[in-house]
């Protein structure tokens, strides 16, 4: 057979790529040992220094398939050095061969060419025999092996390639079947749709959530299952996806197959294709308990909110017991916004008026996790008092106290009730006795008398019983004004001062009342305050020793306050009248005529404001203070109206 026949044969063997390679290679080493006239053909594969017969034709013991030894104890050793096919008849006298090679092979002939798999050496493919050669190589006979280590290279690429194909290929197939198994037993839908807004694949799991099979979808669009409010949207969304935009928590009414609304939450992306967008994909999920929850959570979040009383709630496993949550009847109470008090404990709400007893009561509940309700006097933010009953009350989790829910509802107008009610009892019950007991003492001496004195006894009686009336009309106009219905309004301060001065000028022409106004702003208070000015006034002008009694009115203007001071030249208060404003001491002994001071406190506590008098400091005469809110002419009257405080401070 000619060489070209042989040659022919070689590329027959491998042509196509079909075929197991194994044989193939098997065939081609047959072909090539006839060609060459030599009996042992091989193939090897060199890996980290040891040479593996991977095929092989000949009776040689040491080259047969699954054999191996070192590389350097091979005869290829050198082969896969060169570029071009080694080729030796005489090896024993060739430095070409390790002598260790020749020694454990025995070898007299060689000729071999190194085989490259994707740019990398794979090993090689060798043709030998026994005895040596008496004619050298020929060009054509190294040309044929190096034909075939190329023929055979190039079949160990196209097999490494296709099982990495069939490896990519079933790993691509796992991985399809584990992201099918996802989207069919995910309560979310996965989706696909095209430029039209068609759906183009639609996971199985959306029987679940809506009721339509699968494929009942496919091919339909996505608006024809959207209620009206949210059609647009949905489309709005699909225009901005297929111009590149990511669409997230788009929230749309789903109407299902039983005709329910679904709330579901998409998230979309574009899918592109050769750089064009060519639909979108994305993910929905059923939002419609959540959003009923959330719904049901915000009405119970409003009613919280909404309610008269404050609630907190504070850490019960923090050593300072810190605020974690307030409702906004806190902040209304207290007027503390929720930024400025979560993570403090609830001690910046009192001040020097908070009894101690009432304190130690919370703080020892707080140390025995024990539920107590406590009145005691807290502090607002702008420094106002007011009277505070806290309930509270340990919360469990698991067995241990976690939390302390805290109630604090603003009593600061029972208190004042009651103490209004003790008062007049107190004032009447005493007078009435004594005052009583007197006139029994005058209508005794009458009786029994020698008649010398009865017009000094009567007339003792008569003013006696004037007293008595004219305590009556005081507490009755205390009262009155008590239960008045409290109404803050705008009140022009200059306004307010000129009125109550001109009627006492005219009602006393003889007394001097002087006005002065500094301040541009307004007062946030009642109708009242013009009584309880009047009250100071007359009060000044009653008790003055002069003929012509001096009182003057003065108000002074800040950003949050607008303070006016009665001045008058009488004899001074006395510290009984002025225990009674800065104390609220009102004994049996200490009765008096401090029923007009209780009143113009009355009326200036109820508007969140303070009442003070004192004597003058040479003694004569008295300056009454009173200090209301401001407000500006920006602001409303709701805004800036301020709770009722405690009479006294």
Same mark, same amino acid.
């Given at each position: 057979?000619?060489?070209?026949?042989?040659?022919?044969?070689? =590329?027959?063997?491998?042509?196509?790529?079909?075929?197991?390679?194994?044989?193939?290679? =098997?065939?081609?080493?047959?072909? /090539?040992?006839?060609?060459?006239?030599?009996?042992?053909?091989?193939?090897?594969?060199?890996?980290?220094?040891?040479?593996?017969?991977?095929?092989?034709?000949?009776?040689?013991?040491?080259?047969?398939?699954?054999?191996?030894?070192?590389?350097?104890?091979?005869?290829?050793?050198?082969?896969?050095?060169?570029?071009?096919?080694?080729?030796?008849?005489?090896?024993?006298?060739?430095?070409?061969?390790?002598?260790?090679?020749? +020694?454990?092979?025995?070898?007299?002939?060689?000729?071999?060419?190194?085989?490259?798999?994707?740019?990398?050496?794979?090993?090689?493919?060798?043709?030998?025999?026994? %005895?040596?050669?008496?004619?050298?190589?020929?060009?054509?006979?190294?040309?044929?092996?190096?034909?075939?280590?190329?023929?055979?290279?190039?079949?160990?690429? =196209?097999?490494?390639?296709?099982?990495?194909?069939?490896?990519?290929?079933?790993?691509?197939?796992?991985?399809?079947?584990?992201?099918?198994?996802?989207?069919?037993?995910?309560?979310?839908?996965?989706?696909?749709?095209?430029? #039209?807004?068609?759906?183009?694949?639609?996971?199985?799991?959306?029987?679940?959530?809506?009721?339509?099979?699968?494929?009942?979808?496919? /091919?339909?669009?996505?608006?024809?299952?959207?209620?009206?409010?949210? *059609?647009?949207?949905?489309?709005?969304? =699909?225009? %901005?996806?297929?111009?590149?935009?990511?669409?997230?928590?788009?929230?749309?009414?789903?109407?299902?197959?039983?005709?329910?609304?679904?709330?579901?939450?998409?998230?979309?992306?574009?899918?592109? *294709?050769?750089?064009?967008?060519?639909?979108?994909?994305?993910? /929905?999920?059923?939002?419609?308990?959540? @959003?009923?929850?959330?719904?049901?959570?915000?009405?119970?979040?409003? %009613?919280?909110?909404?309610?008269?009383?404050?609630?907190?709630?504070?850490?019960?496993?923090?050593?300072?017991?810190?605020?974690?949550?307030?409702? #906004?009847?806190?902040?209304?109470?207290?007027?503390?916004?929720?930024?400025?008090?979560?993570?403090?404990?609830?001690?910046?709400?009192?001040?020097?008026?908070?009894?101690?007893?009432?304190?130690?009561?919370?703080?020892?509940?707080?140390?025995?996790?024990?539920?107590?309700?406590? #009145?005691?006097?807290?502090?607002?933010?702008? /420094?106002?008092?007011?009277?505070?009953?806290?309930?509270?009350?340990?919360? #469990?989790?698991?067995?241990?106290?976690?939390?302390?829910?805290?109630?604090?509802?603003?009593? *600061?107008?029972?208190?004042?009730?009651?103490?209004?009610?003790?008062?007049?009892?107190?004032?009447?019950?005493?007078?009435?006795?004594?005052?009583?007991?007197?006139?029994?003492?005058?209508?005794?001496?009458?009786?029994?008398? +020698?008649?010398?004195?009865?017009?000094?006894?009567?007339?003792?009686?008569?003013?006696?019983?004037?007293?008595?009336?004219?305590?009556?009309?005081?507490?009755?106009?205390?009262?009155?004004?008590?239960?008045?219905?409290?109404?803050?309004? @705008?009140? +022009?301060?200059?306004?307010?001062?000129?009125?109550?001065?001109?009627?006492? @000028?005219?009602?006393?022409?003889?007394?001097?009342?002087?006005?002065?106004?500094?301040?541009?702003?307004?007062?946030?208070?009642?109708?009242?305050?013009?009584?309880?000015?009047?009250?100071?006034?007359?009060?000044?002008?009653?008790?003055?020793?002069?003929?012509?009694?001096?009182?003057?009115?003065?108000?002074?203007?800040?950003?949050?306050?607008?303070?006016?001071?009665?001045?008058?030249?009488?004899?001074?208060?006395?510290?009984?009248?002025?225990?009674?404003?800065?104390?609220? @001491?009102?004994?049996?002994?200490?009765?008096?005529?401090?029923?007009?001071?209780?009143?113009?406190?009355?009326?200036?506590?109820?508007?969140?404001?303070?009442?003070?008098?004192?004597?003058?400091?040479?003694?004569?005469?008295?300056?009454?203070?009173?200090?209301?809110?401001?407000?500006?002419?920006?602001?409303?009257?709701?805004?800036?109206?301020?709770?009722?405080?405690?009479?006294?401070?």
């Amino acid at each position: 057979m000619e060489a070209a026949d042989y040659r022919r044969e070689i =590329h027959d063997t491998f042509s196509g790529g079909t075929g197991d390679l194994d044989a193939n290679v =098997h065939r081609a080493l047959e072909i /090539g040992s006839a060609y060459l006239d030599l009996p042992i053909g091989f193939l090897t594969k060199i890996d980290e220094g040891t040479q593996t017969i991977v095929e092989a034709v000949g009776e040689h013991e040491l080259i047969q398939s699954g054999k191996n030894c070192p590389l350097e104890e091979a005869y290829c050793q050198r082969t896969v050095e060169m570029d071009n096919a080694l080729a030796i008849q005489h090896i024993g006298r060739s430095s070409e061969i390790p002598q260790t090679a020749y +020694d454990i092979f025995g070898l007299g002939a060689y000729i071999g060419v190194r085989i490259e798999v994707n740019d990398d050496v794979y090993g090689t493919v060798c043709f030998a025999d026994g %005895a040596e050669r008496d004619e050298p190589f020929s060009d054509a006979e190294q040309s044929f092996v190096e034909l075939l280590a190329t023929l055979i290279g190039q079949a160990l690429e =196209h097999r490494e390639y296709r099982r990495d194909l069939e490896e990519r290929n079933e790993r691509l197939e796992a991985e399809r079947d584990r992201i099918e198994a996802i989207a069919t037993n995910s309560f979310d839908v996965l989706y696909r749709l095209d430029t #039209e807004g068609t759906f183009t694949y639609v996971s199985p799991s959306v029987e679940r959530m809506v009721g339509y099979d699968a494929d009942e979808l496919e /091919g339909t669009s996505f608006t024809e299952y959207l209620t009206e409010e949210s *059609t647009r949207d949905a489309l709005d969304a =699909h225009e %901005a996806i297929l111009d590149g935009e990511t669409v997230q928590q788009l929230e749309v009414s789903f109407v299902d197959s039983e005709g329910e609304r679904v709330i579901l939450e998409l998230n979309s992306s574009p899918i592109e *294709t050769d750089g064009s967008i060519v639909g979108a994909q994305g993910v /929905g999920r059923d939002v419609t308990e959540r @959003r009923e929850r959330e719904a049901e959570l915000r009405i119970k979040n409003r %009613a919280i909110d909404d309610a008269d009383v404050g609630i907190s709630i504070a850490d019960a496993q923090s050593p300072r017991t810190p605020l974690v949550y307030i409702n #906004e009847g806190f902040e209304r109470i207290t007027g503390y916004a929720s930024t400025d008090v979560v993570g403090k404990n609830c001690r910046f709400l009192q001040g020097p008026a908070t009894d101690e007893a009432s304190i130690e009561a919370l703080r020892s509940a707080v140390e025995t996790d024990t539920a107590t309700t406590v #009145e005691l006097v807290n502090y607002r933010a702008d /420094g106002s008092p007011f009277w505070n009953q806290v309930r509270l009350s340990p919360i #469990e989790t698991d067995g241990a106290v976690t939390q302390f829910l805290g109630f604090q509802d603003d009593i *600061t107008e029972r208190k004042r009730t009651e103490q209004l009610v003790r008062l007049l009892n107190r004032v009447l019950r005493h007078n009435l006795r004594n005052d009583m007991n007197a006139i029994l003492g005058y209508a005794d001496l009458i009786e029994t008398g +020698d008649g010398s004195n009865i017009a000094e006894y009567s007339g003792q009686i008569q003013r006696t019983a004037q007293n008595l009336s004219a305590l009556s009309d005081a507490a009755n106009d205390l009262e009155r004004v008590a239960y008045e219905q409290r109404d803050p309004k @705008r009140i +022009d301060a200059e306004d307010l001062l000129e009125s109550v001065a001109s009627v006492q @000028r005219d009602r006393c022409p003889a007394a001097t009342i002087d006005v002065t106004i500094n301040c541009v702003r307004d007062i946030c208070s009642g109708g009242e305050l013009e009584d309880a000015l009047t009250e100071l006034v007359i009060n000044g002008i009653e008790h003055s020793e002069s003929p012509e009694p001096w009182v003057a009115l003065r108000a002074d203007g800040g950003e949050d306050w607008v303070e006016i001071t009665v001045e008058d030249d009488g004899p001074g208060i006395s510290e009984m009248e002025t225990a009674i404003v800065d104390e609220g @001491r009102e004994t049996p002994l200490d009765h008096g005529s401090g029923l007009g001071l209780w009143r113009v406190n009355w009326i200036v506590t109820r508007y969140g404001g303070s009442f003070k008098i004192e004597a003058v400091e040479d003694g004569h005469g008295s300056i009454a203070t009173i200090r209301l809110p401001s407000i500006g002419e920006d602001d409303t009257v709701e805004e800036t109206a301020r709770r009722p405080t405690v009479l006294f401070r």
